[in-house]
């Protein structure tokens, strides 16, 4: 089994900041969300506030959506071309794709794509609340090892050194720089 990051790897940019400004263009009131994310942002990285926090302020702007569900659907029609042509060369039934990118906004595509198998962070869609920790580092091989305990990973792809604790339960690890593969030495 193929095992994928999403945001970087398969598609081109990073799909949280790209549904945020998606939705802020057609809804630009949604600006005023921005001085409280800034001020989270500062505070994270004075760590007084964790990164789920930070992504929960992030996230927040879904508050102020009253048709979140049918944002997302939109925006796929518009995104779905940022799906990265060496994926679409080689992409299974069988893939996985694991990601710290909120479910409601990945699940979409996934289902476009014909993937089958996602696993990502739980984020509630009206709210912006997360109902699952991060999928985010050694948080992805725990999640990994939930869904598919018996499963061995022939290939995992990602364009992130966050990712080394999935590359390295794999077989085979590969970097993803634009739509170049680089073999990854994790052993």
């Known amino acids: ?5 999403f945001d ?6 990073d799909s949280s900041v790209d549904f945020y400004v998606y939705c802020l263009k057609r809804r630009p009131r949604l600006f005023l969300e921005l001085p409280r994310f800034f001020r989270y942002c500062v505070l994270y990285k004075l760590g007084k506030v964790s990164k789920r926090e930070l992504k929960e ?3 927040h702007f879904l508050t102020k959506l009253d048709d979140a569900e049918d944002f997302v659907r ?3 029609n518009r995104h779905e071309c940022r799906i990265k042509s060496w994926y679409l060369q080689q992409k299974s039934e069988e893939d996985v794709v694991i990601t710290a990118s909120p479910e409601f906004l990945i699940l979409e595509i996934c289902k476009r794509l014909g993937i089958r198998r996602l696993i990502a962070t739980k984020v509630d869609i009206h709210s912006g609340n997360f109902l699952s920790e991060n999928c985010y580092g050694n948080e992805k091989v725990k999640r990994f090892r939930q869904a ?3 499963k061995e990973i022939g290939g995992f792809y990602s364009d992130s050194e966050s990712d080394l604790p999935m590359a390295r339960i794999a077989e085979h ?3 993803v720089v634009n739509n170049r ?7």
């Open 1 to 5: 089994m193929n095992v994928y990051d």
């Open 173 to 175: 690890a590969y970097l």
């Open 74 to 76: 939109q925006f796929w």
């Open 8 to 13: 970087g790897t398969i598609y081109q940019g």
């Open 148 to 150: 598919f305990s018996e």
């Open 57 to 59: 302020v992030y996230f």
């Open 181 to 187: 593969l680089i073999e990854w030495n994790v052993k």
